[in-house]
């Protein structure tokens, strides 16, 4: 197999970005002097609560925004996309139902028959180097008909926790104003994208795999970056990364990927790319925008070209309102969530006012050090780690 297996994802993110700045890597999409461009107005707007972006045209007939119902007592509505909100978890089991689940669209929803959509897979990469318009192509009844494996995961937006930049450091930083509640761990269900890779006809060359969303294309500072699309390392493409087409039992609903989308685990959300239809396989380093220009840290202490956006740090929550307050002289049970980009959880400590003390964690979500708590049968990648998240009380 390729020499370049890395399953961490702030390890491939240098070494891509190195690459592309050096000209060594390639996305035919866009060109590097637009990249440069649209990296550039980032930075500008680094102190800009704005988000320099508009959504291309979409399809004739397809509706915008966000299809399913926001009940304001569990999500809010954020530019576009949807935050859940944490009170709406109390008492709920350790998976986020799909009713509540937090919403990332970069233009908006589509709207998908099952029955024509297809995975198109092409790439030098791949056996005989497929081409895009004469692809490997599987259908939907085609993926069901594969060995399923169901993976907790959890996903969570690049930007959670965006809004606490202006509130807590005086220094607003542009994109959805999110406060924590951009993440959620799901029942995922589907077929290990290392399974189609081999059935399409991998090589022993290939280096990196980047899928591409059906959702419309995306303009920001002027420039048309073409659809949502990331790269993966083949190491961790191999690994844990699943092709899904259910989630919490039932098939996937349209804001969350349908028909199938896919889910990375421990990288942040934007390399789960949903509503997927095609995945080049390249022998040759590939970048889009949402890993050279995009997805990347622009402002003071950082490189000119942006520092990486990856591995999430450890974050916690309470499953409380933002503005509750809590009766004095009562005893009350606190409940809450705590997750990491890195690793599972091992302890959790709260403070309220005498001092910190041990949390008790749901024993039922600790079990093994895979993404959400996966049990049994699967291994840890050798580096990087999974996301671990935690109920506690």
């Known amino acids: 197999m390729s020499t370049v297996v890395s399953y961490d994802e702030a390890d491939h993110d240098a070494r891509r970005a190195r690459q592309w700045l050096a000209g060594q890597a390639r996305d035919p999409g866009v060109s590097r002097a637009e990249l440069i461009a649209v990296g550039t107005a980032m930075s500008a707007l680094a102190t800009d609560t704005r988000e320099p972006v508009t959504p291309a045209t979409g399809p004739v007939g397809v509706p915008p925004g966000i299809v399913k119902p926001l009940d304001p007592a569990q999500l809010t509505p954020r530019e576009g996309n949807a935050e859940m909100r944490w009170e709406a978890m109390a008492g709920q089991g350790y998976v986020v139902p799909n009713d509540r689940f937090f919403v990332r669209n970069h233009t908006h929803t589509p709207r998908i028959d099952a029955d024509t959509w297809r995975l198109r897979l092409h ?13 490997v192509e599987f259908g939907y009844a085609d993926l069901r008909a594969l060995p399923a494996v169901e993976l907790p995961a959890l996903v969570e937006c690049a930007g959670n926790g965006r809004h606490f930049f202006a509130s807590q450091q005086d220094t607003p930083a542009a994109g959805v104003q999110w406060r924590l509640g951009g993440v959620g761990v799901a029942r995922w269900r ?3 994208l290392a399974t189609v890779l081999r059935h399409a006809g991998l090589t022993p060359d290939a280096v990196d795999v ?22 993966l390392p083949i190491g961790k493409a191999l690994d844990d990364v699943l092709l899904a087409y259910e989630m919490n039992g039932a098939p996937l609903p349209p804001d969350h990927g349908f028909p199938v989308r896919v889910v990375v685990p421990g990288w942040i959300g934007i390399s789960s790319i949903k509503w997927v239809g095609a995945i080049e396989v390249s022998t040759v380093a590939l970048f889009s925008p949402w890993n050279t220009s995009l997805y990347r840290m622009f402002g003071p202490g950082r490189p000119v070209d942006g520092g990486p956006a990856d591995t999430q740090s450890v974050k916690s929550a309470f ?10 002289g009562v005893e009350t049970t ?6 990491s980009g890195a690793g599972p959880i091992d302890r959790v400590e709260v403070d309220t006012g005498d001092g910190w003390q041990p949390a008790t964690l749901v024993g039922a979500d600790r079990a093994g050090p895979g993404s959400g708590g996966r049990r049994g049968g699967v291994r840890r990648p050798p580096a990087g780690g999974r996301c671990g998240p935690a109920r506690w009380t």
């Open 123 to 135: 790439g030098d990469g791949l056996r005989d180097a497929p081409t895009r318009d004469a692809p």
């Open 190 to 192: 589907g077929v290990p």
């Open 210 to 231: 980047m899928p591409e969303g059906l959702d419309p294309p995306y303009v920001t500072g002027g420039v048309d970056l073409g659809r949502v699309r990331r790269p």
């Open 319 to 328: 499953e409380l309102p933002w503005d509750a307050r809590l009766a004095a």
């Open 334 to 339: 606190l409940t809450g969530r705590s997750w």
